[in-house]
């Protein structure tokens, strides 16, 4: 299993933040510093950290604050940069040389047609997961419910909401910090959904019992505690690892998903699932032998691997 740093991630966040206000201190007029001033200062910084592209990432920093297109900071470099954007680039910058992933840094992660609030309470949300949503959306369905199993950030159901045709949408997460956020982009995009979105606590589908779903969607976690050395340092350190780990096998929170669906799904209702590349055969092999489900297939993500595992509820028991 992964071990705890000597540094916990809410320190680190505090650090950069108490840095960043003492940098702050040292400008005298933060208002006349222009965008190119800022790009350049946060590449000169990042350039001292691990795992950063220092002049991606001064412009992604600086565009993801201002909520504009990543190509704005290059077009705009004379435009003044005024005092809560520096506060904020800086502690970002001071937070990236740290290792911690740039979507945490600035608290907002691009998914779909959304702009998400991250934290390390929820796994960062991929554009692979997208094509999820887009396998969903392919079914054109009208009414009823989705239900997004693991719901992190609330990206999925979000997405669901704003672009599907159902009913209700409902999100479930075991991880309660993980509702909290969910909720908070709720409230906080409120307005752009055509569909009714809540937030359920409880693991895999024991929140929505007695309730029949159109269509039931996840990514859940699929990495077994052996394959956490491997990952990715900025993904074993800070993401949460109730996301990221799933037993032994890897399966324990895709094998109770399969069981459980089948009772929730309404008669050509769709199953959906996000799985690793290394054991989707057998997660539709699971499906398969589950025996109330048809049209098993796997699915190929935008980078050629089989990453999607879908599944409709036949009509009998």
């Known amino acids: 299993m992964p071990t705890a740093r000597n540094e916990s991630r809410r320190q680190v966040t505090d650090r950069a933040l108490t840095e960043s206000a003492l940098d702050a201190e040292m400008v005298a007029d933060p208002e006349q510093i222009s965008i190119g001033d800022l790009l350049r200062e946060l590449e000169s910084s990042l350039g001292a950290g691990i795992d950063v592209e220092p ?44 290792g911690m992933p740039l979507q945490y840094a600035v608290r907002r992660a691009a998914f779909r047609h959304l702009t998400l609030e991250v934290d390390d309470r929820v796994l960062i949300p991929r554009p692979e997961t997208e094509g999820l949503v887009d396998i969903v959306l392919a079914q054109d369905l009208t009414g009823g419910i989705a239900i997004d199993v693991g719901t992190g950030s609330g990206a999925i159901a979000l997405s669901l909401a704003q672009e599907g045709r159902f009913d209700r949408v409902i999100g479930t997460d075991v991880s309660t910090d993980a509702i909290a956020v969910a909720s908070y982009n709720a409230r906080r995009l409120a307005g752009g959904f055509s569909t009714s979105v809540e937030f359920r606590p409880g693991a895999d589908l024991s929140p929505v ?96 691997r089989e990453r999607y595992v879908t599944a409709l509820r036949g009509t009998g028991d």
Do not use: C, K
Not at 84 to 96: E, I, K
Not at 255 to 275: F, H, K, N, T, Y
């Open 209 to 304: 019992r007695g309730l029949r779903a159109r269509a039931i969607v996840s990514n859940p976690p699929y990495i077994s505690w052996a394959e956490a050395a491997a990952l990715p340092r900025n993904v074993r350190d800070w993401e949460p690892p109730v996301a990221l780990y799933s037993g032994a096998s890897g399966l324990n929170a895709t094998a109770a998903l399969v069981r459980q669906a089948a009772d929730i799904l309404e008669p050509s209702g769709i199953l959906a699932l996000e799985v690793d590349m290394r054991r989707a055969e057998r997660v539709a092999a699971m499906l398969i032998a589950e025996g109330r489900f048809t049209n098993v297939n796997v699915t190929r993500d935008v980078f050629g």
């Open 55 to 98: 002049a991606r990432d001064a412009r992604e920093i600086v565009a993801t604050i201002l909520d504009v297109a990543r190509h704005w900071p290059a077009a705009h470099l004379h435009a003044p940069a005024d005092a809560a954007l520096v506060s904020a680039a800086r502690a970002a910058a001071a937070a990236r040389r740290r």
